[in-house]
């Protein structure tokens, strides 16, 4: 089974710095997705990123990127220039590729993150 | 932009009642999936559902809960007889019908049993 490990249960930053919230992972396949959503206060999970493993170029969206490193099986966020609203839960997530219909993500457990002004 | 939508945001019952939780999932989209996420806990899968009938489902899952898709529209999870310790947020997700899709969320249901 695949797990999925964040080991900074809390992160802050100053506003307009740059912070990186660390995932690492656990799998047997050699073809999955890996996903990056945020939870602000509101609750709701919002995607901030994906990546397909079989893709050597790292993912970027606007200010949110990741450092995929799939030998060591790690797959870090970095906020460029945060802003107060970045502040939330971050959850790495893993989805394997195939297997039929099913393709439910294993989360860890977040990291909390704080931003200040 | 289209979204998932869940009802009711809050539900509270009484441990041994029966609560459903209804979600819209977006429309074009296939599979569909439950999670749930105990106060400061992480998320955790629930089932998947795909082509009217469940494709997984946890340990969690088990006899007293149950989905449906009744109309085409809408998707829920029914819990039978509630116990204290399935108070949680309570999330669905759609994804469309390529296996390479994301999964969108819906803004969840805290549901409280007393």
């Known amino acids: 089974a695949q797990t999925v490990t964040q080991s900074q249960p809390e992160m802050s930053v100053q506003e307009a710095e740059t912070v990186t919230l660390s995932c690492t992972y656990d799998?047997?396949?050699?073809?999955?997705?890996l996903f990056w959503y945020k939870q602000p206060p509101s609750r709701q999970m919002i995607l901030v990123i994906r990546?397909?493993?079989?893709?050597?170029q790292n993912a970027t969206e606007n200010r949110f990127s990741v450092n995929f490193q799939k030998a060591a099986k790690s797959f870090s966020l970095k906020i460029s220039d945060s802003q107060l609203g970045d502040a939330a839960m971050y959850f790495c997530?893993?989805?394997?590729?195939?297997?039929?219909?099913?393709?439910?993500?294993?989360f860890g457990k977040g990291t909390l993150l704080t931003v200040n002004p | 932009e289209p979204e998932v939508t869940q009802t009711p945001s809050h539900q509270v019952t009484q441990m041994g009642q029966e609560v459903i939780l209804r979600c819209v999932p977006i429309?074009?989209?296939?599979?569909f999936y439950w999670y749930r996420q105990i106060l400061g806990q992480k998320v955790e899968f629930l089932v998947s559902f795909y082509n009217n009938e469940i494709s997984e489902k946890s340990e969690i899952f088990d006899d007293q809960f149950s989905v449906e898709r009744p109309d085409g529209s809408n998707f829920t999870l029914k819990i039978r007889s509630t116990k204290l310790e399935d108070s949680a947020m309570y999330f669905c997700?759609?994804?469309?019908?390529?296996?390479?899709?994301?999964?969108?969320f819906g803004p969840g249901t805290r549901l409280t049993v007393l």
């Open positions: 997700a759609s994804a469309l019908r390529d296996s390479t899709d994301t999964q969108y």
């Open positions: 799998t047997s396949e050699s073809d999955y997705y």
């Open positions: 997530a893993y989805r394997t590729l195939g297997g039929g219909s099913n393709y439910k993500l294993t």
């Open positions: 429309s074009n989209h296939l599979y």
């Open positions: 990546q397909e493993a079989y893709k050597q």
